[in-house]
């Protein structure tokens, strides 16, 4: 039941109404019986460091941020986490009485998935497909994690360049155009394929990376980050040709249950937060 005594805690983005944080995040709250609640706010880019300003006046706990906002809040906040910083995203503000905190919480969703699977990256070469946003955080988590080499394969090289060039720092990060002979041999040795592209999303779900699977390690477990749908053609391809493999629900809940872990100290209950999702998607 909500109370006076209940901490708020919600999501801005613009537009939000399509958000599935409020879901998988409130079916974690009421699982752990702890006292917060969890609602979407809409924020246009206008409104921001008005937004932020409000929600630090009305004492909120803590946000996530989402599309468009998850660069523009950086400069707004008292401090950004290392990991935020590399990776340029804030998906999670946390107020500690008055000082706000962001962190990127895409990273440690993403790496979950491969963790819980004991799926070993330490010396190992994954190549994932894409390099947009969501494959900044991909990439911080692999180089986390030790992989040897990460490697963009692209429509377009020339743009991914500057992306490999700013985590070289970190790791080594290399750039393939995706029909290449030099990607087709990153394929055959590598131990990890992702795509990170939008490709077979909802609605276009015949879409699919060019892969041509009689490349790939046979050995190499294949992720989509993609959610919707559960199996996008590129994950169904890869299952057909005998790959362990995974979707993008575990990342989304991964991430909310991280966000939820630094607001309250809790440990959220992963599959319930699953449950939640999967139930929304259907
Ligand atoms: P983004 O910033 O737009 O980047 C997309 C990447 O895919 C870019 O490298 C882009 O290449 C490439 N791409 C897009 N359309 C393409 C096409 N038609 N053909 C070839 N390449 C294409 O998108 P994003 O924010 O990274 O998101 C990517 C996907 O990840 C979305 O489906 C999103 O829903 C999903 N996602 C999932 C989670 C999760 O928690 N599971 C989190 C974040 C994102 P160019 O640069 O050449 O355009």
């Known amino acids: 039941m ?32 702890v006292d ?101 955080a991909v990439i911080w988590g692999l180089l986390q994690a030790g992989t040897a080499e990460v490697v963009l394969a692209v429509r377009n090289p020339a743009k991914a360049q500057p992306l490999a060039e700013e985590f070289s720092p970190y790791g080594k990060v290399t750039v393939c155009h995706w029909t290449e002979d030099l990607c087709a041999e990153q394929l055959k040795k590598c131990s990890l394929l992702v795509n990170t592209t939008p490709l077979g999303m909802t609605p276009k779900v015949e879409a699919c990376p060019p892969v041509d699977w009689s490349t790939v390690n046979p050995a ?28 993008g629900e575990e990342m989304l809940a991964g991430q909310g249950a991280e966000a939820l872990k630094l607001w309250t100290g809790i440990q959220p209950d992963l599959g319930c937060m699953q449950k939640a999702l999967r139930q929304a998607l259907a």
């Open 220 to 247: 190499a477990f294949v992720y989509d980050i993609i959610y919707t749908p559960a199996e996008t053609r590129f994950l169904r391809e890869a299952r057909e040709h005998g790959h362990a493999v995974v979707n």
């Open 36 to 136: 917060y609640n969890y609602t979407a706010l809409p924020v246009a880019p206008e409104n921001l460091a008005a937004a932020v300003a409000g929600l630090k006046a009305l004492n909120y706990r803590g946000w996530n941020v989402t599309i468009p906002h998850k660069a523009a809040i950086m400069p707004l906040l008292d401090e950004v986490d290392k990991a935020a910083e590399i990776i340029g995203a804030v998906n999670t503000v946390v107020n500690d009485d008055g000082r706000l905190t962001g962190y990127n919480t895409d990273y440690l969703g993403f790496m979950g998935a491969l963790n819980s699977r004991k799926i070993e990256l330490a010396g190992k070469t994954a190549v994932l497909l894409g390099a947009g946003g969501a494959a900044r």
């Open 2 to 33: 909500i109370t006076g005594k209940t901490q708020n805690l919600g999501v801005i983005g613009w537009p939000i109404a399509h958000s599935l944080s409020p879901v998988i995040q409130n079916a974690a709250i009421k699982e752990a019986g």
